[in-house]
């Protein structure tokens, strides 16, 4: 859905929430091969079972990827990405998995260096299907002001 949404619209504290989506290999081994990642701790069923975790882990990176592409359900043309901050990967994502994400507003401030745009944050949470928080972000935009 295309829906316009200026700086001036957004309200500190709204939400969105995704559906879930399980992991699964053909997810991570399609990861490592267009990162080039093909560290034991993903690909080698065998070596981990000598590991801390037992079994094969995402990469902190998928499931980045992931959780941000899961909050992309309205295209705004008025905003664009600006980056990301406080990444954390808190606990690991395994094979089975299903993630869900919350994604809030915390913050709305000035962009000084283009007056007709404003800084929106955005918290990302990631919880896995017990509800534990597996990854945590903030996602930064620049949103075109609607009074200039």
């Known amino acids: 859905m295309i829906q316009e949404i200026f700086f001036e619209d957004y ?22 091969g267009q990162t080039g990642d093909f ?4 690909m ?8 801390e975790f037992k079994r094969r882990v995402a990469h902190g990176t998928l499931i980045l ?11 705004n043309p008025a ?3 600006y980056g990301y901050d406080r990444i954390r990967f808190i606990k690991p994502v395994f094979i089975g998995d299903t993630i869900r994400v919350t994604a809030t507003i915390s913050e709305k401030r000035d962009y000084p260096k283009r007056p007709d745009m404003g800084q929106l944050v955005e918290q990302v949470e990631t919880i896995n299907q017990h509800g534990e928080t597996v990854l945590v972000c903030q996602h930064l ?4 002001r609607k009074n200039l």
């Not at 560290?39 to 993903?42: C, E, G, L």
């Not at 080698?44 to 590991?51: F, L, P, S």
């Open 44 to 51: 080698d069923a065998e070596w981990v079972k000598t590991q």
């Open 11 to 32: 309200v500190i504290g709204e939400q969105r929430q995704s559906f879930g989506r399980t992991i699964t290999e053909a997810d991570i081994v399609i990861h490592a």
């Open 65 to 75: 990827s992931m959780a941000i592409g899961m909050t992309t359900n309205v295209v």
């Open 141 to 144: 935009y620049l949103v075109r």
């Open 39 to 42: 560290f034991p701790h993903h």
């Open 79 to 81: 905003a664009f990405s």
